[in-house]
């Protein structure tokens, strides 16, 4: 499994900005793909969740009517649109993705198998 994580950037507060997570490797109809983010000295945490098969979207609450999750069967491909951002939205963002995963460990790191290599988000004041 392959995720390849783009569309980071540097941003002013209240603007929009779309990550991509471009999969490969596998069938991904029985996976769910997560957002995680990691700002400098901070732990990784959850931004949001889906489930490739049914759609199923969950969300951490700090981004909750912000951003938006979504897939694309054809390009094989996961986005987070992400409105309105926040200097604290300023990280870098991680996709992941995991076949096995429950609904109770959908927001929890470890339980993820893959992970792509990060893209940075700068949102300035």
């Known amino acids: 499994v392959q995720l390849q994580a783009s569309g980071g950037g540097l941003v002013q507060a209240g603007d929009s900005l779309r990550l991509s997570c471009a999969a490969s490797?596998?069938?991904?109809?029985?996976?769910?793909m997560g957002w995680f983010r990691q700002a400098p000295g901070k732990e990784r945490e959850f931004v949001a969740a889906i489930r490739w098969s049914t759609g199923t979207t969950n969300y951490a609450n700090s981004v909750k009517g912000r951003f938006t999750i979504s897939r694309d069967n054809a390009k094989n491909t996961v986005y987070l649109q992400m409105n309105s951002l926040k200097p604290e939205d300023t990280a870098v963002y991680y996709c992941?993705?995991?076949?096995?995963?429950?609904?109770?460990?959908?927001?929890?790191?470890?339980?993820?198998?893959?992970w792509g290599r990060g893209t940075l988000v700068t949102v300035s004041s």
């Open positions: 490797g596998r069938t991904f109809s029985r996976y769910v």
């Open positions: 992941a993705a995991d076949q096995t995963i429950g609904v109770q460990a959908i927001s929890i790191a470890r339980y993820y198998d893959y």
